[in-house]
């Protein structure tokens, strides 16, 4: 990655490893049979949603210096933009799931 300063690659690096953990540990507690509280499944779901490592490759190409990366109005805005994606994905899964259980209602009622 010649065009990435050694910061962000190491970043980058860092953020995919834990997005990778997040996504084993979803898988434990999935195969588990739990969902555990709310807080709990946020917070894995934050890691596991897919924003920080969109935001690990942007850094790759602009290598934003720490100080704007750690700005705390940066940091509240990437954790609402998080959660929102986390929100419009479970009222689409929703929708899907209500589409799909109408549809199987249809098809057993009519054969």
């Keep these: 990655m010649e065009f990435a300063t050694p910061q962000a690659q190491a970043k980058f690096i860092d953020v995919y490893s834990r997005y990778a953990r997040s996504l084993v540990d979803q898988s434990k507690i999935r195969d588990d049979g739990g969902v555990g509280t709310v807080e709990a499944y946020m917070l894995n779901r934050r890691l596991n949603v897919g924003t920080d490592p969109c935001y690990a490759i942007a850094d790759l190409r602009y290598g934003l210096p720490q100080e704007v990366l ?35 209602s249809d098809i057993l009622a009519h054969g």
């Design 70 to 104: 750690n700005h705390p109005l940066l940091q509240e805005a990437s954790a609402c933009v998080t959660d929102l994606v986390i929100l419009d994905n479970v009222c689409i899964s929703s929708l899907v799931l209500d589409k799909l259980y109408i549809l199987t």
